[in-house]
């Protein structure tokens, strides 16, 4: 079986600071997504790639950037921390059509 | 664009009383795949079901769901809820991106 990481666990953030979250998976999956999460709220989507160097905006882009530097890998930056800010950001990794979905362990995310 | 509607946002029942959990979806693709994530709390969502056939029942730990083609729905099921069955549902289209639908909180009381 195959899994998904992402890393940190827990950031910290300043306000104004750029924060970088990253995800890795082995499945070997075309599809990789970044949701945000916020408190008893559902998904909602940031960015997504279909293939390495793609890059598709999500409902949620305005904020952050990301990159698919290669197919096992992708980041989410948050390019201006927001003061007070908590989520949760969870990456996912599936084959075309989305199938065998997995979510990574997310990443909490605090700003003070 | 394809679409996901999941129209309660919370449900609240008694422990032992049937769940039904409403998903109703839009797409143009004619052989759509259906899923449902369950995600407790502090962890991250997880498969629970999912399907391709119309109209044929599928099942998992005590769930389950048919996908009905012609109603464009693909309602999550249980005969009797329990306490540990409290969480956020979603139900999922497939396609070139997973779309999701906005969850729904099962809160089961004793």
């Known amino acids: 079986g195959g899994i998904i990481t992402q890393t940190p666990k827990f950031l910290i953030g300043q306000e104004g600071q750029k924060l970088t979250l990253k995800c890795q998976q082995n499945?070997?999956?075309?599809?990789m997504y970044w949701y945000r999460q916020d408190s008893g709220k559902g998904l909602r989507l940031i960015y997504y790639s279909i293939t390495e160097n793609d890059l598709q905006k999500g409902d949620l882009s305005e904020g952050y950037d990301a990159s698919r530097e290669k197919k096992s890998s992708f980041s989410l930056t948050v390019t201006s921390a927001q003061k007070n800010e908590m989520a949760v950001f969870l990456c996912?990794?599936?084959?075309?059509?989305?199938?065998?979905?997995?979510f990574g362990s997310g990443t909490r995310l605090l700003v003070i | 664009g394809d679409s996901v509607t999941q129209t309660e946002g919370l449900v609240t029942l008694t422990e032992g009383l049937p769940v039904m959990l409403n998903c109703t979806y839009q797409t143009i693709y004619s052989n759509p795949f259906l899923f449902w994530y369950v995600q407790h709390l502090n962890e991250s969502p997880r498969l629970l079901l999912k399907s391709f056939t119309d109209n044929k029942r599928t099942e998992h730990q005590g769930f389950h769901a048919t996908l009905h083609k012609s109603s464009s729905s693909f309602h999550l099921q249980k005969s009797s809820a329990q306490l540990s069955d409290s969480a956020l549902y979603y139900c999922a289209l497939g396609g070139q991106k997973l779309v999701f639908g906005q969850g729904t909180i099962l809160k089961v009381y004793l």
């Open positions: 996912a990794s599936s084959r075309q059509g989305g199938s065998d979905y997995t």
């Open positions: 499945f070997n999956h075309d599809t």
